[in-house]
T-cell receptor
Framework: AQSVTQLDSQVPVFEEAPVELRCNYSSSVSVYLFWYVQYPNQGLQLLLKYLSGSTLVESINGFEAEFNKSQTSFHLRKPSVHISDTAEYFCAVSETGGFKTIFGAGTRLFVKA | EAGVVQSPRYKIIEKKQPVAFWCNPISGHNTLYWYLQNLGQGPELLIR????????DSQLPKDRFSAERLKGVDSTLKIQPAELGDSAVYLCASSLGTAGNEQFFGPGTRLTVL
C-alpha cells in the first residue's frame, strides 16, 4: 500500500520569494507521482506529474518537481511566487499502471505582498 | 468543453435524513471517482467506476452509502441515513481510462449534517 506525507500544513511566503513544498511517499512498487492544486472555491487541478523518464518535471506556470527515488520524495518548487499562487497543493501517488490514487493532506501556500 | 459538474454545491440536513449527490463527468471519460474530503485532509477514494461497473468500492461504507452509474455516464452517491460524522466535501472526478492520466475534479458538494 502507498502513503503520502506532506510535511508542512501551511507555508507562508512573501511575493517573489522562492518556495518548496515537501512531499514524501511510501510504496513497495514503482509509482506515478502527481501534484494537484486547489484554488479557493474551485476543484482540484493537475499541476504536474511524473510517470517515467526525466526525473524533473515542470508545469506551465513555473512550478517544477523532482522525483528522487532514493529519498522517496517529490518536492514541489518555484523560484519566485506570485500572489495568485495562493492555494492548497496536494501531492498524490499511484502504483505504476494502477488507478487508485492516494493523496496527501495538503499544504496551504499563502503568498503575502 | 464543460468540466465535471456536481450538484448541489451545498447541502444541510439533519442526522438520520437521506441525501444524494449528483455528478456529470466530462464527456468521453469512462472512469469516474467519488472521493470524500474531510477538513484539513486530502481526498479519500470512496468508489471508482469503469463505465457502469464499480471496480473499486472497498472504501465505501456499504451499510449507509450507495452509488450508481447507470448507462456509464452520470452518477449518484447516496447516504441513508446520514450521521454527524458524514459532514465533509464530496468530490467527483473523471478521467480517460488509462493509468497515470489526469483526473478532472468537480467543485464538490459540501455536506453539513446537524
Amino acid at each position: 500500500a502507498q502513503s503520502v506525507t506532506q510535511l508542512d500544513s501551511q507555508v507562508p511566503v512573501f511575493e517573489e520569494a522562492p518556495v518548496e513544498l515537501r512531499c514524501n511517499y511510501s510504496s513497495s512498487v514503482s509509482v506515478y507521482l502527481f501534484w494537484y492544486v486547489q484554488y479557493p472555491n474551485q476543484g482540484l487541478q493537475l499541476l504536474l506529474k511524473y510517470l517515467s523518464g526525466s526525473t524533473l518535471v515542470e508545469s506551465i506556470n513555473g512550478f517544477e518537481a523532482e522525483f528522487n527515488k532514493s529519498q522517496t520524495s517529490f518536492h514541489l518548487r518555484k523560484p519566485s511566487v506570485h500572489i495568485s499562487d495562493t492555494a492548497e497543493y496536494f501531492c498524490a501517488v499511484s502504483e505504476t499502471g494502477g488507478f487508485k490514487t492516494i493523496f496527501g493532506a495538503g499544504t496551504r501556500l499563502f503568498v503575502k505582498a | 468543453e464543460a468540466g465535471v459538474v456536481q450538484s448541489p454545491r451545498y447541502k444541510i440536513i439533519e442526522k438520520k435524513q437521506p441525501v444524494a449527490f449528483w455528478c456529470n463527468p466530462i464527456s468521453g471519460h469512462n472512469t469516474l471517482y467519488w472521493y470524500l474530503q474531510n477538513l484539513g485532509q486530502g481526498p479519500e477514494l470512496l468508489i471508482r467506476y469503469e463505465n457502469e461497473e464499480a471496480v473499486d468500492d472497498s472504501q465505501l461504507p456499504k451499510d449507509r452509502f450507495s452509488a450508481e452509474r447507470l448507462k456509464g455516464v452520470d452518477s449518484t452517491l447516496k447516504i441513508q441515513p446520514a450521521e454527524l460524522g458524514d459532514s465533509a466535501v464530496y468530490l467527483c472526478a473523471s478521467s480517460l481510462g488509462t493509468a497515470g492520466n489526469e483526473q478532472f475534479f468537480g467543485p464538490g458538494t459540501r455536506l453539513t449534517v446537524l
